[in-house]
């Protein structure tokens, strides 16, 4: 059993400062041979499995690269185009989705939960009564977390015929709970299952299970192939996920077939699992938006799922809008960054508005000792940029 599961999905960032200003003119690629060395001695100093790297601009993928196996005691390399699970940096994808309905009319920002339920109303708690689509995706609903193990496990055993009609009753149960509070200075409370309502909120107004609206949404336009749970749950040859077992040290091979996964229910909230070639193209998408490109996305949409609750007179605090923590530098750049894991995999993700570049790093790992790895590349190959 998997010790103290005490974050499913995960969000945090920490300031980056260059010292000096640069401009998307110095941002070229790196030397392959300098990135795949940094990735070695990041494999072997931790004894992280494998991991991959891609370093873009919104027009150009400037280096990509991956290392490592695909399960650990194995030959078995990870390919360039093998999937990975994103955790919670799958929240700007559902948000996404979102920016889509609301540009075609289905739902609005501000649409409230008791609008799309009406039949919710009188059997929930009222303090969710003015609650709107933007206030659960910003993590500002103030409905609790499930961000920890203990509270799936306390979970009612929610039926039905298919995912939607389990969101469905998981929705309905979950507003009738107490409140949690919000942060006092960042003013959210990061909530998982904010995500669920949400997405069921859109399932409602367009009929369509969440799986196959994000599908239509954004994995089709972009032409991704995304799956939903472990990537190696479907085809055992993807990469598998890794952890540290109870009462051991070392590090342990999950098993995609196994016990522990991500209850379908929540899967809005961050179970997406994609290459990081296709998850790029994302990433790109966003780039361009938010130096004012309209592609899938009109770039206004694109700057409210980005800066929607920024404050600008508190420009170090770390604000989260719709799937994006975002913060300005002491130089004045504008970062969108996301970290997500559900334990056996880890993914970093960090956007430059100004010098329209951006950085992702995957392992298939998400113990501590991988996350610090993969810190630390990332902390390299910004080096090698300042």
């Not at 949400?198 to 299970?209: F, I, L, P, R």
């Not at 999950?254 to 990081?276: C, E, Q, R, V």
């Not at 508190?314 to 130089?331: A, C, D, F, M, N």
Request: hydrophobic share 35%; charged share 25%.
């Amino acid at each position: 059993m998997k010790k103290n599961i005490t974050l499913i999905l995960i969000f945090g960032f920490s300031v980056i400062a260059y010292g000096q200003r640069l401009s998307p003119e110095k941002i070229k690629p790196i030397c392959q041979d300098m990135l795949i060395k940094y990735m070695q001695q990041t494999l072997h100093d931790l004894k992280i499995p494998g991991i991959t790297v891609s370093i873009f601009n919104g027009n150009k993928v400037l280096n990509e690269a991956v290392l490592g196996v695909r399960r650990l005691n194995s030959n078995d390399s990870i390919k360039l185009n093998d999937k990975f699970h994103l955790g919670s940096c799958g929240k700007a994808m559902t948000g996404f989705v979102a920016g889509r309905l609301v540009e075609k009319g289905l739902i609005r920002w501000d649409t409230k939960v008791f609008d799309v339920f009406p039949e919710f109303k009188d059997s929930s708690n009222v303090a969710y009564l003015n609650v709107t689509l933007s206030e659960l995706l910003s993590h500002r609903s103030k409905v609790r977390t499930f961000g920890e193990d203990d509270e799936w496990a306390l979970l009612p055993n929610f039926k039905g015929q298919d995912n939607m009609e389990r969101r469905h009753n998981f929705s309905k149960w979950l507003l009738r709970q107490e409140t949690v509070e919000l942060d006092s200075i960042k003013k959210y409370t990061y909530s998982n299952a904010g995500y669920t309502v949400a997405a069921h909120m859109m399932e409602k107004v367009t009929e369509k299970s969440w799986e196959n609206l994000i599908n239509e949404e954004l994995f089709k336009p972009l032409n991704i192939n995304a799956s939903f749970g472990w990537p190696a749950l479907s085809d055992k040859n993807q990469p598998w996920g890794h952890w540290i077992l109870d009462n051991d040290s070392k590090l342990t091979i999950h098993s995609p077939n196994g016990d522990y996964k991500m209850d379908d229910i929540i899967t809005p909230a961050g179970n997406y699992s994609l290459s990081i070639i296709d998850y790029t193209k994302f990433l790109q998408l966003n780039l361009l938006g938010i130096n004012g490109t309209d592609t899938i996305l009109k770039s206004s949409t694109y700057d409210y799922l980005h800066y929607c609750n920024f404050v600008p007179e508190k420009p170090l605090v770390g604000w989260y809008s719709i799937g994006w923590g975002v913060y300005r530098t002491p130089e004045s750049y504008m970062i969108s960054t996301h970290d997500g894991s559900a334990c056996t995999f880890y993914c970093y993700t960090l956007l430059f508005k100004e010098l329209n570049f951006g950085l992702v790093i995957i392992t298939n790992a998400g113990e501590d000792e991988s996350i610090k790895g993969v810190k630390k590349l990332k902390n390299k190959i910004l080096k090698y940029y300042k």
